[in-house]
């Protein structure tokens, strides 16, 4: 996979040039104020804003097209199906998939991992198994395994970091055994930016045999996602953070595993037939879909697939390598600001502490300045704990962002600076 220090390495002789003015003319909420004074919204990596194209389809939907899929024979019906089923078909090639029917919708990153904690991880743990996690991961890739832990009595085993945020692939290596029966693991740490090596770790598991769920909730929006290039089992997409609606998500699984999977939760369009004596399920990816889906979230993910995928994305990525350098050396450059998550391979998240100040002060006059970062542990409490810090302030730009954002940035904490002496 192409990452940006590469893309960045490779147009070195030739700035690049984004037309961004027009691009943020596609997101009207980036023409807004916030405290007076204008939007700087640097929380991408919480969720990221939506293009007109995206808002326009959501719209349309409700007034023109709206009604339950796989179920009327009337017009409407079957033009709502349609327009679902086409979705999936967008998602499919967003990322690669084989077939169309490997792509499950969800509600989020978050419900994906948790399908397949419970629907794989249930029928495949058993106790004394072991699940491989990284100490980077976000809560919702860790939480869900230990409830299957639990449930099942198998345990964690995870892969240890250095201190700029790099896992120590070494150790994970030798995590391997014959209890292992799969491997968790985050594509783009949202608290460090680091981009893992997913592929070389997937080859690694599956020379042991082993499974891997890729948590792409942070990969999509920065990167080109390749699921059988990096030949990842699972792979779960979060559909706010990649300029799509909120509610909407999609989990990526290998066709043969989705299918030997028992379902998620029952309902209505997941069964074949339903007796009192035995129910039967449907094919996936209708098993995991139960009751009606977000018919409107689906459709509107689907156009912000097609959004990006009219971008330029050599620029996009040339651009945003430039902003997230420029971003980490201007604010390397202010005394007493330490940037948490330098690794060599990085996505567009700056972390960093403000000595003697608590992240959320930083925030919190950086809110006055009209500036939106994130304050925290951003759901990634044990990376904090590996840290020794109790919270980071954290930029993540996607790329609408401009560098006079990150001077307005800088100048913000600057700002911090002098309040608090
Ligand atoms: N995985 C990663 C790596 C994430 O960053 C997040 C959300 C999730 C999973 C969950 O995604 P969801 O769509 O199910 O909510 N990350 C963040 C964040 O960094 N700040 O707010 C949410």
């Known amino acids: 996979m192409t990452t940006l220090h590469q893309v960045s390495r490779a147009k070195a002789s030739a700035p690049p040039v984004l037309d961004l003015r027009r691009i943020r003319a596609d997101f009207p909420i980036l023409g807004h104020l916030s405290n007076g004074k204008p ?96 100490v980077m991961e976000h809560h919702s890739n860790l939480v869900p395994w230990q409830l299957v832990c639990e449930a099942t009595g198998a345990r964690l085993r995870v892969i240890p970091m250095t201190d700029a945020g790099e896992l120590v692939l070494e150790e994970y290596e030798r995590l391997f055994n014959e209890k292992t029966k799969l491997v968790a693991l985050v594509h783009v740490s949202n608290s460090l930016g680091t981009i893992n090596p997913v592929k070389q770790m997937v080859e690694t598991a599956h020379t042991n045999g082993v499974p891997v769920m890729v948590d792409g909730a942070q990969g999509a929006p920065h990167l080109p996602i390749d699921v059988r290039d990096l030949d990842c089992d699972f792979y779960a997409l979060s559909g706010h953070k990649m300029f799509g609606p909120t509610g909407i998500g999609a989990l990526y699984g290998k066709a043969a595993l989705l299918d030997a999977m028992p379902p998620y939760q029952g309902g209505g369009e997941m069964i074949r037939s339903v007796r009192f004596e035995k129910t039967t399920y449907a094919q996936a990816p209708a098993k995991f879909e139960a009751g009606t889906p977000h018919i409107a979230g689906a459709i509107g993910l689907g156009a912000a697939v097609d959004y990006l995928h009219n971008l330029p994305w050599d620029l996009i990525q040339a651009h945003e390598y430039d902003l997230l350098t420029y971003a980490t050396e201007s604010l390397a450059a202010i005394p007493g600001v330490r940037l948490v998550g330098t690794a060599r391979e990085k996505a567009s998240v700056a972390s960093f502490v403000l000595d003697g100040v608590h992240a959320h002060d930083i925030g919190t006059i950086l809110d006055q300045e009209g500036i939106a970062v994130r304050t925290g542990h951003h759901c990634t409490q044990p990376v904090m704990e590996r840290l020794g810090i109790p919270a980071t302030a954290r930029a993540s730009f996607a790329f609408y962002n401009t560098r006079e954002e990150v001077d307005a940035l800088v100048a913000g904490v600057l700002k911090v600076r002098e309040v608090f002496g």
């Open 39 to 134: 939007l700087v919204y640097l929380d991408n990596a919480a969720t990221s804003q939506k293009p007109q194209s995206v808002i326009d389809t959501l719209t349309r939907y409700y007034q023109a097209e709206n009604a339950n899929i796989h179920r009327g024979v009337y017009e409407l019906s079957q033009h709502a199906t349609l327009a679902y089923e086409r979705a999936r078909a967008k998602i499919q090639r967003f990322i690669n998939a084989a077939e169309p029917h490997e792509v499950v919708f969800v509600r989020s990153a978050t419900e994906a991992i948790n399908l397949v904690a419970h629907s794989y991880g249930r029928s495949h743990l058993h106790a004394g198994d072991e699940v491989i996690v990284s």
